[in-house]
């Protein structure tokens, strides 16, 4: 018989939308990708600046028609797009193939 899969396509885990896949989690982190801070001459931190703000992205979702994107291509979710810096397709023995994908966006690169 062949595979069937029922229910799949309305299925989404909280907000994000992501056509092809069915997201069960993901993770957003923001961070500053360069440092800079003054020292005065005691040794206390005086200034310090944040530049180029990063948001990286983690996400685990079944497959549901997509095709796996590969590092260096984009991905968009939440309307932000994402660089991908890495692809994991897992298959288990009891369970349905999952893919974990992790990308970046920094605050002054354009993904166009």
Known sequence: MAHQ?????????GT???TGYVIQSHTVSTKPAVIVEVIDEAGNRVHSRYGDITNELSVTALLNGATVPIPGATFAIDSVTYEVLSVDVKREN?????VDIKGKKSENLSLS
Do not use: A, M, Q
């Open 5 to 13: 899969t029922y229910g799949l396509s309305s299925l989404t885990f």
């Open 16 to 18: 994000p939308t992501v």
């Open 94 to 98: 009891k369970g349905y193939k999952t």
